[in-house]
């Protein structure tokens, strides 16, 4: 059984730039977060960091042409920050390396899709997003980019998975900056939001034409049992992992059970009168980040964790596939995310869907050629696009499907060991197409599926 997608469906991948850039102190480039996090004895797999990655930042017109021979109509890329300005002047050199790159992109006939921030804030700004003045920087920031790149880039995601640049990395501790404070996860977190709402309005007033949006990453939660424990802590996880970050953006608004639930860490000064109605900005496009579906039952409080208002969520795993991250392969969650999110939030406001991540790490063994048959990854793909059409179906307006990643890269405190890649890199950093990439090069030039 085949099925097919819309002329116009949008079919590419996505990257960031710590991830692949590399060059990580050349042409003026400044510390970012990452940079500094990658420093810390223990808190990367390896003692790995981005200071080469990929080497994109060299080979980005090899990519371009790669992205074009797989047939994508569609690429996803990260700015980064630390890159094109240093201490609000703007970096001439690190803004080119971003020029040369839309040029190449629009050259080889695939539309760039810019993200503003994927995670690697620049590590001179104090406080980080703890500290309310850094989404003001942000709106600056993204003006100076949009200056520069406005004319040839359409699509505009402010931010990418902010649940990730939050909890994970002020509550948790696993990401940069590694802080473990669940307080300074809600001020990050608000801060976030209210840097992506400034930023709204404020491209909108330089670009009216210009598609804004957010990127937001959804893990929804369900109950082991139907047992009162088990289902409150679901529903305290999902506060805080999704509706905390779609919530405001749609309905200028907060969870009133979330807030309840973090009432007694919640910053008392933290929301100032205007700040929601900034944050739930109208925006024309939400970008959804979808890996699996977590299922949790209640257990014995656990500190630090991401989940600050259910430290007693333990996941419970079923039987189902597991990809190399140990995540659980659940297609139906993202037929199940699409159709909620349409109906509660971007259908009323009449705002398309794009999947702007999707895909799975698997432990991938070359042959001598180098030559990766990754069955386990083609089978991911052929199921989730098929849960996206599924959604479609029953009404959801969906627009695009971009896979993570373009190649095998920086996997942040993982480093190299989790590969993602539709394509492999290997130690010499050669690019070689795996048969995922075949196989998704032909669906993207086709839009069917077989």
């Known amino acids: 059984m085949s099925i097919e997608f819309p002329r116009g469906f949008l079919l590419g991948s996505a990257t960031s730039a710590y991830q692949i850039e590399g060059a990580a102190a050349e042409d003026g480039r400044q510390d970012s977060i990452w940079d500094v996090f990658c420093r810390v004895p223990g808190a990367i797999v390896n003692g790995e ?29 990260s700015v980064s920050w630390s890159r094109v300005l240093n201490d609000g002047v703007v970096n001439r050199a690190g803004m080119d390396f971003y020029s040369r790159l ?30 309310r003045d850094t989404a003001k920087r942000f709106v600056d920031y993204a003006l100076a980019v949009h200056e520069r790149l406005g004319d040839r880039v359409r699509t505009w995601t402010t931010l990418n998975e902010p649940w990730c640049s939050s909890f994970l990395s002020y509550a948790a501790g696993v990401h940069a900056p590694g802080q473990t404070d669940p307080a300074a996860s809600i001020r990050a977190a608000h801060h976030l939001l209210l840097a992506h709402g400034w930023a709204v309005q404020a491209l909108r007033e330089a670009d009216p034409s210009a598609s804004l949006g957010a990127t937001i990453n959804f893990t929804p939660a369900l109950p082991a049992s139907d047992s009162a424990r088990d289902r409150d802590v679901a529903r305290r996880v999902d506060g805080t992992t999704n509706r905390f970050f779609v919530e405001p953006v749609f309905t200028g608004h907060y969870p009133a059970d979330v807030l309840d639930d973090l009432a007694e860490i919640w910053p008392d000064d933290l929301v100032a009168e205007e700040d929601l109605a900034a944050i739930s900005t109208p925006i024309d ?34 039987d189902l596939p597991l990809t190399g991250m140990g995540w659980e392969v659940d297609p139906a969650g ?31 063994v070359a042959d001598e050629a180098g030559y990766v048959d990754d069955a386990d990854r083609i089978d991911y793909l052929r199921r989730h ?10 009404g959801a307006d969906v627009r695009g499907y971009l896979v993570w990643s373009l190649m095998d890269n920086f996997e942040w405190a993982h480093g190299y060991a989790k590969r993602f890649g539709l394509v492999r890199v290997d130690s010499d950093l050669n690019r070689i197409p795996k048969a995922s990439a075949r196989w998704f090069a032909d669906v993207a030039r086709t839009g069917r599926v077989g």
Not at 52 to 77: P, Q, S, W
Request: glycine share 6%; net charge negative.
């Open 102 to 131: 839309v040029d190449e992109l629009l050259a080889n006939d695939v539309t760039p899709w810019l993200t503003l921030y994927h995670w690697d804030l620049p590590a001179a700004l104090p406080g980080g997003w703890t500290n």
């Open 334 to 364: 993202l037929r199940n995310l699409l159709t909620w999110l349409h109906a509660d939030y971007t259908g009323p406001a009449g705002v398309p869907l794009v999947i702007t991540e999707s895909g799975a790490a698997f432990d991938d």
């Open 285 to 318: 496009v939400l970008g959804v980040n979808y890996y699996t579906t977590n299922v949790f039952r209640a257990g014995e409080p656990t500190e630090p964790t991401p989940h600050i208002a259910a430290p007693d969520a333990v996941q419970v795993l079923r």
């Open 49 to 77: 960091d981005g200071l080469v990655a990929c080497d994109h930042y060299h080979r980005y017109a090899e990519d371009a042409k790669l992205l074009a021979a797989l047939g994508m109509n569609t690429y996803r890329f």
């Open 385 to 394: 696009l098929t849960a996206v059409r599924e959604a479609m179906d029953a």
